[in-house]
């Protein structure tokens, strides 16, 4: 990611996150579940508390972006987490589309095409790392 990129993601998700995490969460995941049922059996039967899950880990990662290599050992422990769960390499392209049209809702007059190529860098630098970290080959289109 570019250092404009990096600004782009944080400035855009700071309008973002003027939303309540319920709300996001909700729209992210009936988004994700609508387009792709079978990755509800995934995740717990009530979802508050991964709603909030969702923004915190984002909120996390979103400041340290130029960072990667300082939390590389977050990113694995949440690959792992992940793996656990029952994640594969081919649901994170699911989940970054379905990342990529909530935001692009949320947003509203925000989002253009520069936020829009800074966010897919983001979410694709992030998973890549995510299925290394997993062991799985990747298979995140850039």
């Known amino acids: 990611m570019t250092e404009e990129q990096t600004l782009l993601v944080r400035r855009s998700w700071k309008i ?16 994700l579940f609508l387009d792709h049922p079978k990755l509800r059996k995934l995740f717990p039967k009530s979802m ?9 880990m984002l909120d996390s990662i979103i400041s340290k972006l130029e960072k990667i290599d300082v939390i590389s050992k ?15 390499a081919e649901h994170y392209i699911m989940i970054g589309d379905a990342l990529l049209w ?3 809702h949320g947003l509203g007059k925000d989002w253009n095409s520069e936020v829009e190529e800074a966010w897919k860098n983001c979410f694709s630098t992030l998973s890549a790392n995510m299925i290394n970290a997993s062991g799985y080959e990747e298979k995140v289109a850039s």
């Open 74 to 88: 977050e990113i694995k422990a949440l690959a792992e987490r992940h793996v656990q769960y029952g994640v594969k």
């Open 102 to 104: 909530t935001l692009a």
């Open 16 to 31: 973002f996150r003027s939303i309540d995490p319920a709300i996001i969460g909700d729209v992210f995941y009936s988004k």
């Open 48 to 56: 508050e508390e991964q709603y909030k899950k969702l923004t915190d």
